[in-house]
Structure formats: structure tokens, C-alpha cells
């Protein structure tokens, strides 16, 4: 069987990360994978050498990236249609917002199985609404007969149900892959935190999905029962404000930038998660494999790990969240269950475990 994956460009995110742990795991498995993919912008890091490094081939496509240009955009099209009609694969698998847009209008032409995968979604809490609903228009208008991929059931529910995008029966539920984190015990940077202080940790993008502004203000919550410090992990536009605020509030907090995932963990007691939405976490799953707990409220995809027990739940304020880490940073017994029960999760969702299923996925959309 042969599955081309359609991503927009190969840097270094979420869906890049699944790809490179999902798609060797294929190919030991029999399976026949091509990537079809743009470039990344000048101040992206690029990941296409490394998934060329895992025996990946992956095939460049004139025009396809991330800015909306329509001259690109209509080259990137055609070179799409005329690769995928030279391909002719079993299955088109398509990845992010753009390359699922184009690649689902290709395969109408051209009669091809497709299959695309909300890795997460934009068409709410990120534009005004007028813009949210054009997007919904336009994914109800490439879904057609298309097979759908949701990471978890409350996402599928949230996108079917509630944005009617496709077809029910054409919906599918499966996590994606999560290679296990082993944490990176010491770094030059981590001398910047206080000994025996608890560390209440913050990792990813700062943007305002990710709600920065609660995660500080259950600090400041925290602060006046208990000694405490913030580590944020991340960057983005909302840096200089999250520094701002920090200080405003009397806060000790950390900003290391961007950093691997195992650097970051290794340093932190809790992981904190204060979204307004979430799809399937990555981080709340590598958390969990390192043994950091999580504690977040119950949006999207967060609400199906702390059914699962790999996440404690919380309602989305300062207090609840802070009752939540504060009993965990106060009770060694219940942080070792909640520690043993995340780890179990995050067993259940590593690339070998998953490799099988998604395998017989696409098996089930070639029947």
C-alpha cells in the first residue's frame, strides 16, 4: 500500500514531530510512504533533512508554504495534481490546514481516497467571528466524501457535531503518536532556579489560545500559601506581555524561549495547562511519559486525557487550578498515582503501539 502525506511545510511543530515518529514505524511494517510538502520561512527551523535521515522520502512542492499568496498558492496546486496523478497512491493523507485544503480539492479531481487529520483547529478562538465562519464555510465545502481524522472523541464530536464538517460515517477517532520523553536532568540555564522550590512549569507557544494570563494568575494564587516559581517554556507574540504581567504580580518566573521538551520537564514538579482549547496535547503526553503531572482544565482534547486519567482536571479559574497543583505538590502519595496512571496513558500512545492501527485505518478507507 502506498500513502502520500500532504503537509504545507516540514518545521519543527506538532504534526511535523508525529510524522517523524509515525512514518518509520510504517515503513517497517510494509508500508510504501511519500511526503509531499512546501518550504519552510527563512525563520523556521527545518525539519525535511531529519526526515530524509529516518528513511523518509520526501518530495518538494513550488509554492507550497505557509503565507496565503494565490500566484503560489495556484502553482502549488497544479504541482500537486499533476504529482499525485503521477503517484496514483492508495490513500492521500493530508496534514494542517492549508495542504488539507488543497490536497482534498486534488483528490476530488482526481478521484483519490483521502484521509485528513485535525491535528487541532483553527475555526474557533483564534480570528473575529466573521472570519471564523468563512473558515467553517470553506471545510464544509473541501470535506465532500473525504474520510475525517479526529485525535480524540470530544474533538470528533466538536468538528462533526458541532461544525457539521463531512460525513459521520466518514469520521474516524485515533491519537496520534507520541515518542516517550526521558528528561535531561541538568542544563547550563536551569542554575537560574531556586533549590527546593517547587517548580510549576508552563510549555509552548505564547499566544492567546494558550491563555498565559491564567496560567501567572494560579501562580499568583499558589504564591500565598506556599513558596513557588514559574518556568515558561515557550515563545511568541505574547512574550513581552507574560513578562510584563509576571513582574506586575511579584512573581518569580523564568523564560528559557524555545526549548527541547526533555530540558524543559526535567526541571518542572507540575506542568500546568491553562488553554482555551487544545486538540491532543502533545505536551501533556510527553509530560506524562517523563513523569511530570498535568494539571488543565477540561477543553477539547484535555477533556479525553483526564477521562483517561493522564491528566488531573480542574474547572478553567486561578483557584481551581491552584487547589489542583497544590495538592499534588502537598501529597506524595497522590502525585505517585497520578504520575503511574499518566505513564500508563502515554505507554498506550507511543509510534510502535499506534503504528498498527493507523495501518489498518487506511486499509479500512482502500475497503
Not at 112 to 121: I, K, V
Not at 129 to 144: G, I, K, M, Q
Not at 185 to 202: C, D, E, H
Not at 316 to 321: E, G, K, Q, S
Request: with cysteine.
Amino acid at each position: 500500500m502506498h500513502v502520500v502525506h500532504l503537509i504545507a511545510r516540514l518545521n519543527d511543530g506538532g504534526p511535523v514531530r508525529v510524522l517523524g515518529a509515525l512514518l518509520p514505524e510504517l515503513q517497517r511494517l510494509g508500508q510504501r510512504v511519500t511526503v509531499l510538502t512546501g518550504t519552510c520561512a527563512p525563520d523556521e527551523p527545518d525539519c525535511t533533512a531529519w526526515l530524509r535521515a529516518h528513511g523518509v522520502t520526501v518530495d518538494i512542492l513550488p509554492g507550497l508554504g505557509r503565507s496565503v499568496r494565490l500566484r503560489d498558492d495556484w502553482a502549488a496546486f497544479v504541482g500537486l495534481y499533476r504529482r499525485l496523478k503521477t503517484l496514483r497512491p492508495d490513500v492521500v493523507h493530508t496534514h494542517t490546514a492549508k495542504a488539507g485544503f488543497l490536497g482534498r480539492l486534488a483528490c476530488r479531481l482526481l478521484r483519490l481516497r483521502c484521509l485528513h487529520t485535525y491535528h487541532g483547529h483553527v475555526l474557533a478562538g483564534y480570528f473575529s467571528h466573521p472570519v471564523s465562519v468563512a473558515l467553517t464555510w470553506l471545510e464544509r465545502a473541501v470535506a465532500f466524501n473525504h474520510h475525517h481524522q479526529a485525535l480524540t472523541p470530544t474533538q470528533m464530536l466538536d468538528l462533526a457535531r458541532g461544525f457539521r464538517i463531512g460525513r459521520r460515517s466518514t469520521w474516524h477517532s485515533l491519537p496520534v503518536p507520541v515518542p516517550p520523553v526521558k528528561p535531561q536532568p541538568y542544563v547550563g540555564w536551569s542554575t537560574a532556579l531556586r533549590r527546593r522550590t517547587p517548580v510549576v512549569g508552563f510549555l509552548g507557544r505564547l499566544v492567546p489560545i494558550k491563555d498565559i494570563d491564567l496560567y501567572l494568575e494560579t501562580l499568583a494564587v499558589l504564591s500565598h500559601s506556599r513558596p513557588i516559581q514559574g518556568l515558561i517554556c515557550g515563545d511568541g507574540e505574547q512574550r513581552e506581555h507574560a513578562e510584563f504581567r509576571a513582574a506586575e504580580l511579584g512573581l518569580r518566573v523564568h523564560f528559557t524561549g524555545f526549548i527541547p521538551a526533555d530540558e524543559a520537564l526535567a526541571q518542572m514538579d507540575v506542568l500546568l495547562m491553562t488553554s482555551r482549547n487544545e486538540g491532543q496535547p502533545l505536551v501533556a503526553i510527553e509530560a506524562a511519559s517523563a513523569g511530570v503531572p498535568v494539571v488543565a482544565p477540561a477543553v477539547g482534547g484535555l477533556a479525553d486525557l483526564i477521562r483517561w486519567r493522564g491528566v488531573v482536571g480542574a474547572q478553567r479559574t486561578a483557584a481551581a487550578l491552584a487547589h489542583e497543583v497544590g495538592h499534588l505538590l502537598a501529597d506524595p502519595e497522590h502525585r505517585r498515582q497520578v504520575t503511574a496512571a499518566g505513564r500508563r496513558l502515554a505507554a498506550r500512545l507511543t509510534p510502535k503501539a499506534l503504528a498498527p492501527a493507523y495501518l489498518e485505518l487506511y486499509r479500512e478507507i482502500v475497503r
